[in-house]
């Protein structure tokens, strides 16, 4: 009760005070930019790697290695974490509050080249990004058909699909993933003739990355 006998005592009070509260309101809407991917100011940086045809433990041992023993020599770096599976290594570098991620980012492919040159021949650069609203997607879009093999749904994707997101204001083309299953026959490279194989059957039964490492 005592809000309306206020209003009623002071009346030109009560409305400048909600014309003020209509006028501010009415600026915050029109002059506030919106930022739809605001900057997070998350110190990370995620390293994925790459190679068709190794297994996690070699993933571990003639790669991920190299890499986190060159990322200790990053300046603000505060532990990596790394995770290797079939074919590929996804590695998270994490930094201290504060750290300027610009200087992070290029002392960050400055170690990954260097990582590299003690690597196995053939090994593809590195996908390196930040970690922030914009890298994360916001959809994910599955191809499957009854009637079209593999290889050909993949090369619709790349070449078909990709390209209409890449022309789409404010979105990055996705990357596409390798599609179908990786194998890795079982056998010795010296002596596999008492199973009936040969070197280039065995390069035929892998994936189609891994054969052509193997060329």
């Known amino acids: 009760m005592w809000l309306i006998h206020v209003a009623?005592?002071?009346?030109?009070?009560?409305?400048?005070?909600?014309?003020?509260?209509?006028?501010?309101?009415?600026?915050?809407?029109?002059?506030?930019k919106a930022d739809i991917f605001p900057d997070l100011g998350t110190p990370v940086i995620y390293v994925a790697q790459p190679y068709g045809g190794m297994d996690p433990a070699q993933m571990?041992?003639?790669?991920?290695?190299?890499y986190e023993y060159h990322f200790l020599y990053i300046r603000g770096i505060d532990h990596v974490e790394s995770r290797s599976?079939?074919?590929?290594?996804?590695?998270?570098?994490?930094?201290?509050?504060?750290?300027?991620?610009?200087?992070?980012?290029?002392?960050?492919?400055?170690q990954v080249n260097r990582s590299r040159s003690f690597m196995p021949p053939g090994t593809v650069p590195p996908f390196i990004m930040r970690f922030d609203a914009g890298s994360v997607?916001?959809?994910?879009?599955?191809?499957?058909?009854?009637?079209?093999?593999?290889?050909?749904?993949?090369?619709?994707?790349?070449?078909?699909?990709?390209p209409m997101f890449s022309r789409l204001e404010g979105v990055s083309a996705p990357r596409r993933p390798a599609g179908g299953p990786c194998l890795r026959p079982g056998g010795r490279p010296e002596n596999p003739s008492p199973r009936g194989l040969s070197r280039g059957s065995g390069r035929r039964a892998g994936c189609p990355a891994c054969a052509r490492r193997a060329r």
């Open 60 to 66: 571990e041992g003639y790669l991920v290695n190299y």
């Open 8 to 32: 009623m005592r002071r009346p030109i009070t009560i409305l400048m005070v909600i014309l003020g509260v209509a006028l501010t309101s009415w600026l915050a809407l029109t002059r506030m």
């Open 85 to 110: 599976i079939q074919g590929a290594a996804l590695m998270k570098l994490h930094f201290h509050e504060g750290t300027d991620m610009a200087t992070a980012m290029s002392e960050t492919v400055a």
């Open 137 to 162: 997607p916001v959809g994910y879009l599955v191809f499957s058909s009854e009637t079209r093999g593999v290889d050909e749904i993949a090369d619709l994707a790349l070449f078909r699909v990709r």
